[in-house]
């Protein structure tokens, strides 16, 4: 148990359907980012909050993704119209305030076809 | 811009010592880390070193930090089987947290 949870484990999505991901922190934890990791790559940032507010999105994050934390609490990442370049394993991680624990999720694997 | 480099592919023999080698290229990380990924599973973190500081040792795992030539390594002794995984070298930023990875080196241990 990482202490981070992301639901769900695995998601198959037929190309141009809209899926949801979701990521529960540490709790005590204001900080949220989210990564993306294709295979033989190492994860790769999309974005970021502090409590419910959105700081920075990458470039990589097209306008067909958009995410949230209402209340700070969880988050949802949400990808519309998916296509195959999409698929890849999504990241969720909660760092301590030291910035020391930085602890991913298990990730959801996401497959378009 | 932000660039994190790694060899590819490290063999050692069992009971050997590992080195897996990182270059960085943003001098105002705060953080360097190392994380394992082992087939199908998650990022373990195994340790991070501070910007200021030259080594960290925790049990097995020695870290080196080059400031000046932005060069980290990691030190596996009495390398193990189950050290077979891949390796990730990672630079974060205090300020916005967020971390940059390398490609990640595979590690094969062989008994």
């Known amino acids: 148990d990482t202490g981070v949870s992301q639901d769900p484990r695995h998601k198959i999505t037929k190309r141009g359907q809209n899926v949801t991901f979701r990521c529960d922190p540490i709790?005590?934890?204001?900080?949220l980012y989210w990564y993306r990791q294709t295979l033989g790559q190492g994860p790769e940032f999309l974005t970021y909050f502090q409590n419910e507010a959105q700081l920075e999105k990458s470039r990589l994050l097209s306008d067909r993704f958009s995410a949230e934390r209402p209340k700070g609490s969880f988050s949802t990442l949400e990808i519309q119209r998916t296509e195959q370049g999409d698929s890849a394993m999504y990241l969720c991680a909660s760092p301590g305030q030291e910035f020391g624990g930085y602890t991913f999720g298990s990730g959801t694997r996401l497959t378009v076809v | 811009g932000e660039d994190v480099e790694q060899s590819l592919f490290l063999s050692v023999r069992e009971g050997d010592s590992s080195v897996i080698n990182c270059t960085y290229t943003?001098?105002?990380?705060?953080?360097l880390y190392w994380y394992k990924q082992e087939p199908g599973a998650g990022l373990q973190l195994l340790t991070y070193i501070f910007s200021n500081m030259d080594m960290k040792q925790d049990q097995r795992l020695t870290v080196l930090l080059n400031k000046k030539d932005k060069h980290l390594s990691l030190r596996i002794a009495d390398t193990q089987t189950g050290d077979s995984a891949i390796y990730f070298c990672a630079e974060g930023s205090s300020n916005t947290g967020k971390l940059i990875f390398g490609q990640g080196t595979t590690l094969q241990v062989k008994p």
């Open positions: 943003d001098s105002s990380s705060t953080y």
């Open positions: 709790s005590e934890h204001n900080r």
